[in-house]
């Protein structure tokens, strides 16, 4: 039977996100910049591959969730956001505390690298790319996926609300499902054995309803 499709979402295929595939070009170059540049027992190292992967994994989960919560579904894709934002610090952290530039939003290797990332959301890119750059420019990189993969993660929250606004929660569309099938099936559905119990005030038996 299909009624489930009704009211529940079928369609939630996380990995076409554009914001779950920046997010996971954020984890491999956070992975391979932690593990490279950082000392080992350094807490950051921890600190920044977690926050990386929180920023993928609670996009993949809320949009799972939101099959049957909206609610957790804006909850979760916050925390992911609030995640990157974690990450974001930390990327500045390291540039700033080392001398090393945060390149200005009109640089043009800002402007350069701001149209790279636009356009190539394979993470096998990144991982191949960043083996021939320096600390500072897999920073810079870092923080022009972050800064991108936060709009697209904004956008899809105020898509998500307006959607809640427009169609309602899981219990709004099963109720509506319900009546849906009621009205198709007859007003309480086809009653099957006609007489054993199924009995009026006055005793007689309920036929369906046709």
């Not at 949009?63 to 610090?89: F, W």
């Not at 099936?185 to 046709?210: L, Q, T, V």
Request: charged share 35%; hydrophobic share 30%; glycine share 8%.
């Amino acid at each position: 039977m299909d009624e489930d499709k009704d009211f529940l979402r079928q369609d939630n295929n996380y990995r076409t996100l554009k914001a779950f595939q920046k997010a996971e070009c954020i984890y491999d170059v956070t992975y391979y910049f932690a593990n490279t540049f950082l000392k080992v027992g350094d807490r950051t190292i921890d600190q920044m591959v977690q926050a990386a992967r929180s920023g993928k994994q609670n996009l993949a989960e809320g949009n799972i969730d939101g099959i049957t919560s909206r609610e957790m579904e804006l909850k979760l894709t916050n925390v992911n956001r609030a995640s990157l934002h974690e990450l974001l610090l930390d990327y500045e952290d390291y540039l700033r505390v080392r001398g090393l530039e945060q390149w200005a939003y009109d640089d043009p290797r800002c402007v350069q690298t701001r149209a790279f990332c636009k356009t190539h959301l394979d993470s096998a890119v990144y991982r191949e790319k960043i083996k021939e750059r320096s600390d500072e420019t897999i920073a810079n990189i870092a923080i022009t996926l972050i800064h991108q993969c936060d709009v697209l993660i904004r956008g899809l929250i105020e898509w998500k609300k307006r959607d809640f606004l427009e169609k309602g929660g899981i219990k709004e569309e099963m109720y509506q499902a319900r009546k849906d099938w009621q009205k198709k099936n007859g007003a309480y559905g086809k009653i099957p054995y006609e007489g054993r119990g199924y009995r009026g005030g006055d005793g007689r038996p309920i036929k369906p309803i046709k």
